[in-house]
């Protein structure tokens, strides 16, 4: 199902839910029991609400709801005082600051015991059960290609969807394949649905021309099995968009790629509104960055450099320099590497903080960027990808953002393959941009920054 235009696994939302009411049913009963506080009373549960939200957070930014990171007991319990710990810091700062929002240190103790052994034991019976054959739902796969390959892959890679793939069926009437994971010809499908109980089809054929089961899988649609092709699946299981062999008319028929007037209108106000808080309040930590680079090497403390915006414009994008001033002598871009020995020591530290992307603030109030949208990439790279990638250009159809999808979701792009990686990422955004959509990425982008994700 999707959730702010996401894509979320029905385990994982059911293990997000039942967490929440855990957690704050431990907060109310430890509440009751030691002050005989009434938790009907809308002060008190607000507060207990306000934790609640607040622990949540923390397990949210610890990776607790990435059930494809946390599969072991081991890594859950890591993972969980991890977050009970940053969880009571936190807490405990607010009620120094707020002292209002305290409910009682004997209070948050209590409960921090309770929902910790409480969540332990409900993630282990969860395991158990949600992990079960018996739910998992039994894939077919038509195809036996490049793509219906990779689709298998990720189907059997994330667990948290609770697929079960039973075999590949050829594309041929006849099949001669000395494959066991291909178990049947096209024309058995129907006969394979009713015996092996199959409850899904995926259609991972690159040329369907002459090759596609049409009869036997509208027999099969009728006889209760769900049948959708590879790159709606892939889609779902990724949030990204298949490009291998991605035909023009299914970006033109498919839903999404239509971004209304008002969102539009929305997006660019809260732009403005938020670029010009943020200017002013990391304007000292702006001062504090520009003085660090202007003292530790000679060269401008500003890096102006061109960049394609929206509909191929280009602009002048703003950033504090990072490396030496020297970098490109050769005059010729050059994609940054890792450790790359051009960016100053300075630099790297402002790079893994974000820091030397402030100034770009500025380039949001001018309505260049927007918060949220693909990274702008130099007119030198867009020609050249341009030319290898199919569909580059269409990145350019929203403005560029300061953080987006593809960042993250994707380490920092220096190659063909990663602007490829990117464009899959870039193009899942366009087609399901929303404003909803656009704060969840903000929410994560203040994940991968707390944790110096993805900084080159």
Not at 246 to 262: A, N
Not at 378 to 400: C, D, G, M
């Amino acid at each position: 199902m999707q959730l702010f235009n996401r894509y979320v696994s029905l385990r994982g939302l059911t293990v997000f839910g039942c967490e929440l009411l855990l957690i704050f049913g431990s907060i109310a009963i430890a509440a009751r029991v030691h002050n005989g506080v009434d938790v009907a009373v809308a002060s008190t549960l607000w507060k207990i609400a306000f934790v609640t939200g607040l622990c949540l957070v923390c397990f949210y930014y610890n990776d607790l709801y990435d059930l494809n990171i946390v599969h072991s007991s081991r890594e859950l319990l890591i993972r969980l005082l991890q977050a009970a710990g940053a969880a009571s810091i936190l807490i405990a700062l607010l009620y120094l600051v707020a002292p209002s929002l305290a409910l009682g240190h004997q209070i948050f103790v209590s409960s921090l015991v309770i929902f910790l052994i409480a969540i332990v034991a409900w993630r282990l019976v969860f395991q158990r059960l949600a992990y079960s054959s018996q739910l998992e739902q039994r894939v077919l796969i038509v195809g036996t290609g490049p793509i219906a390959r990779m689709i298998a892959r990720e189907m059997q890679n994330r667990h948290e969807f609770g697929y079960r793939v039973l075999g590949f069926v050829s594309e041929q009437q006849r099949s001669a394949a000395v494959d066991t994971s291909v178990i049947g010809a096209s024309d058995d499908i129907p006969r394979l649905v009713e015996g092996l109980q199959i409850d899904r089809i995926v259609v991972g054929i690159s040329d369907r021309r002459g090759h596609l089961p049409t009869s036997e899988l509208l027999t099969a649609k009728l006889a209760g099995a769900q049948v959708e092709d590879a790159a709606s699946m892939y889609e779902r299981l990724t949030g990204k968009i298949l490009v291998d062999n991605l035909k023009p008319s299914w970006l033109i028929f498919s839903d999404g790629f239509v971004v209304s007037r008002w969102t539009r209108f929305v997006k660019r106000g809260a732009d403005v509104v938020l670029a010009s808080i943020a200017f002013v309040v990391t304007a000292p930590l702006m001062v504090v960055t520009a003085l660090a680079v202007y003292l530790e090497s000679d060269g401008p403390i500003f890096y102006r450099q061109e960049r394609v915006g929206e509909n191929g414009r280009p602009f002048t994008l703003y950033k504090f320099r990072s490396m030496r001033a020297d970098a490109e002598q050769a005059g010729t871009p050059v994609w940054a590497r890792d450790d790359d020995d051009r960016v100053t020591r300075v630099g790297r530290i402002i790079r893994t903080l974000r820091l030397d992307e402030l100034p770009q603030l500025w380039n949001v109030i001018q309505g260049d960027m927007s918060f949220v949208g693909p990274r702008p990439e130099r007119p030198y790279f867009v020609e050249q990808l341009a030319t290898e990638i199919p569909f580059y250009i269409q990145r350019h159809s929203v403005k560029p953002g300061l953080t987006g999808w593809a960042q993250i979701k994707y380490r920092y792009g220096a190659s063909v393959e990663d602007a490829i990686e990117k464009l899959r990422y870039d193009l899942y955004y366009i087609k399901h941009l929303s404003i909803a959509l656009d704060l969840s990425i903000v929410f994560d982008t203040v994940k991968v920054i707390l944790f110096g994700r993805g900084a080159r």
